[in-house]
Structure formats: structure tokens, C-alpha cells
């Protein structure tokens, strides 16, 4: 039986990034948790172990170049080559306007979204290339897409997809694929706050999709875990929208409003 491969996720204490950890768990692998809270941490550890996955936590801030390429060198020092790296970890953004944005939160959503996705990428990269295989996971957004009224996140968000199509040309002929995904409005436990708040109109997302529903973390996880699967050994390069068909929606639904159909 060939040895567990080992899949480090960055942000696995909540979110997506847990519920990739919890998914890539239930397959046997050894899951590094990474992040900044340890506590968290643990408690995705310990939710890893009940599925039957080896887990591990190792803190890394991506806002701190140092802590993430110490993250890669402890990886490889006690486990080996990484099979497979999500970058789950970031930070959001509410809506606001260019010409109003403050320059120390632009530079804050840049070294985490964007600065601390690429060096991961670049340090668990030379791991792979090195070992002439692995898959990279990035996580996109809508806004990868789309010009969302987020003035430094969504910036950040496009880069992230213009970054997963450079590495996935630039580690291929090394057996190294490079991916992402793009959520939709996700039901995080942060999304669930806003609404029980009264900040968020639920029914009203939904009206905004083609299936009239809220993403669930564990359909982003599933995304994720084929695309870090043999059964994605062809694809490469993509950024995959897992966003109950908000991108569809969005454009159809305004062109309707000019151009209705008769009946």
C-alpha cells in the first residue's frame, strides 16, 4: 500500500479551509493544519482524527513571510515532500469605492490574500517540482471574475488567478498541477453571523444564483478534493466557480430586466 500523501492546508482552523482538512482526512491522508489560532487548530485536529486522518498542527501567519516558508521547511523536515497545498487562509473585505480606500487595509488585504498565497506557492512549489509531483490549490473568489465593489479584495482575487494559470505552465512538464476554486456566498460560520445580525438579506442571495442557494463549505471541499485527485490528472491551470451559479445568474438576470422575455 503506497505510503498517506501529505496535503498541508493553510486557514484549516474554520471555514472552507476546515472543511477541506476534514474532506482530505476522510481519505486517509496526514492533514498539516495551519494557521494562526492554535486552539482552533487543535479542534480541527482532533475532528481530522475522528475521520480516521492523521492531523498535525503547525502555526503559520501568512501576513508573515518568515512563519511560512518555516512552515514548508518543518513539513519537509518531518514528513517529506507535500503532496498536495491548499491555500485557504485570507482575510475579507465589505463593499467600498476606490477613491476611498485606506492604504494601510489595502496593504494588509495584499500581504495576506495575495503576497502570502504566492509564497506559499513559491516554497511548497520547489518541494514539488523537486519531487516531480504534488497539486497546488488556491482559493479564488466571484470576485475572480467579476469587478465586485471589494477595491483591494477582488484586485487581490484576480491576481490569484492569473498566478494559479502562471504556475500551472511553469510546474507542469514537472508533473505539478495547479488549480483553484471560486466560492460563492458560502454559509461560513462568519456569513451565518451577519445574517442572524440582521446585515444580510438571505432570501435575497439566493435570488441572486441559478439554483437559489447558499454554498456549503463541504461542496467547496469536495471541489477541492478532485481537483488535488488523480481523477483531475488532465487538469491544470483552472480556476473552478463553485457558486450555485451565481456567474450565470448575474449578467442573465440583468439582461432580462432591458429585454424581457413574452410570453
Not at 498566478?163 to 512538464?173: N, V, Y
Amino acid at each position: 500500500m503506497a505510503d498517506p500523501r501529505i496535503c498541508v492546508v493553510i486557514g484549516a482552523t474554520s471555514g472552507i479551509g476546515r472543511a477541506i482538512a476534514l474532506k482530505f482526512a476522510s481519505e486517509g491522508n496526514v492533514i498539516i493544519v495551519s494557521g494562526r489560532n492554535e486552539e482552533r487548530g487543535a479542534a480541527t485536529v482532533k475532528a481530522c482524527a475522528q475521520l480516521g486522518g492523521q492531523a498535525h498542527f503547525i502555526a503559520c501567519d501568512l501576513a508573515d513571510a518568515a512563519t511560512i516558508q518555516q512552515l514548508a521547511s518543518t513539513v519537509f523536515k518531518r514528513f517529506g515532500p507535500t503532496g498536495a497545498l491548499v491555500n485557504s487562509g485570507g482575510i475579507l473585505q465589505s463593499g467600498g469605492r476606490v477613491l476611498d480606500q485606506p492604504l494601510d487595509q489595502d496593504s494588509d488585504l495584499w500581504n495576506v490574500n495575495y503576497r502570502g498565497t504566492f509564497i506559499a506557492c513559491q516554497e511548497f512549489g520547489k518541494q514539488m517540482r523537486d519531487a516531480r509531483r504534488g497539486a497546488i490549490l488556491n482559493i479564488g473568489s466571484l470576485a475572480s471574475f467579476a469587478p465586485l465593489s471589494l477595491p483591494s479584495y477582488t484586485p487581490g482575487k484576480q491576481a490569484i488567478l492569473g498566478l494559479t494559470q502562471i504556475l500551472a505552465a511553469e510546474l507542469g512538464p514537472f508533473g505539478v498541477r495547479v488549480n483553484a476554486v471560486a466560492p460563492g456566498y458560502t454559509m461560513s460560520d462568519g456569513l451565518k453571523a451577519k445574517i442572524a445580525a440582521g446585515e444580510r438579506e438571505p432570501e435575497a442571495i439566493k435570488a441572486t444564483t441559478a439554483l437559489r442557494a447558499f454554498v456549503e463549505p463541504e461542496q467547496v471541499a469536495e471541489a477541492a478534493s478532485f481537483l488535488c485527485s488523480d481523477k483531475a490528472a488532465s487538469i491544470t491551470g483552472v480556476t473552478l466557480p463553485v457558486d450555485a451559479g451565481w456567474l450565470v445568474q448575474a449578467p442573465y438576470a440583468a439582461y432580462l430586466q432591458g429585454n424581457p422575455i413574452h410570453e
